[in-house]
């Protein structure tokens, strides 16, 4: 996280609590949407740059045309975006394993506002998307044919619990799991803010981002085209929770859950232009981007981790200044007392003024506990960083801090490079060896 105000929005939004007025298309519509006041749940995360870092996403992506998305829902007076865009997500990532050859999932999103007990307000009046991660970690979440036949006979937004809680009790059992009517996750993991690792995530599966959705979003719909509305990129002011499911060179695609007579059938197109104040990000789609995952990445995947759970964040001293070359910089950037920074970050000097080495890796307070030690640059084929220093400015580079392939191809150039240059060094040692050998003789 380099953006200052991606930091504050993770501290101050743990006690803000929004429940902004109800938009729609004729019929009215309540978003729901609720910051949570646990850390855990506003940041958590398993370090997406295990799993999509290294992808090099297509120029364009569209699930809509795959069948692999369940079609968009009316949430009509229930607040419960939050769980709409989240089990879609769920059940996308269901589908999409299963394979092109296998029926699409559908999964039930009322289950997941009505049903769970842990929710800091319950039923219809609100919630947030890590509660429904967490009760899809937890419990389940009904296929939607099950969900329906369950509902037959009972009150709206009433939980028919005990029917319910005897299908996801088989879940549990070794015996009964292939039989449940309902899907379980493992987790999830949330994006960095950036536009490129946004379409890494994409053009691998949906994912659910939490936006500000204004008044003037009533009013788009099929002939509007792209939205070029009053909505605000400050992350204090979501509102509303959606599912981006494909994205153009200047576009962004996204599901809404207001039913399908409004917008494009259900859907909205945002504007992707870095060179324009909404495109850069359009109604804080980038802010808080996360996607469900099923399984772990494997052994040969895994890096760094990025330990957003317990820390507001995690960043690297610039080559270029940034936030800063020192402990004071860096604390005064991202507001917070220098005695907090160094406490969670024991590897830096205690010297306030003292220069940082570039490519330091530091985690920016406040934290939920103890950190863990900071991610340290493992040597690849006997390298770790190639660095270029320029005297005439006073900074460094270095070849690897690029994102994605293209860094990794310049780091595994380097080592390949590094293994002839041994391999060569080899030979002439050998040729030293027998040519002793044959002068002795």
Known sequence: ???KDCAQFCVSAFSLLVLLADVGTGDEHTNGLEFPTSNRLLSWSHAWQHRYSTVEPPLTWDWRTTGAISEPKDQGQCGACYAYAVVHAIAAIFSLRGGISSARVDLAELQ???CNADKTTAGCSSGWIGETYQYAMKRGILEADAWSAMMAGVATQQCPRDAVEAELAKLLDAATRATARAKQILGWERAPPSEHSVTQIVSNQPAVAVVHAPEDWKTYDDGTGVYVGACSSDPRRANHAVLIVGYTETEWIVQ???GTRWGTGGYMRLPRDPDSALGRNPCGLLNHVTYPVLDQVTPERRGDLVQEGYCSGVDLVASSGGAGRTVRQLA????????DFLRINTHITADPDALLDVNTAFYVPPCTR???????PTLDCGTTYHVSYQPATGTATSA?????AAGRRLREAHAAELQQEQARMRRRHLLGLQFNTLATR
């Open 332 to 339: 005064e950037h991202y507001n917070v007392p220098i005695n």
């Open 400 to 404: 690897y801090d690029q994102s994605g």
């Open 370 to 376: 103890n950190v863990p030690k900071p991610p340290v």
């Open 112 to 114: 997941a506002a009505l």
């Open 256 to 258: 809404n859950s207001w």
């Open 1 to 3: 996280m380099r953006r």
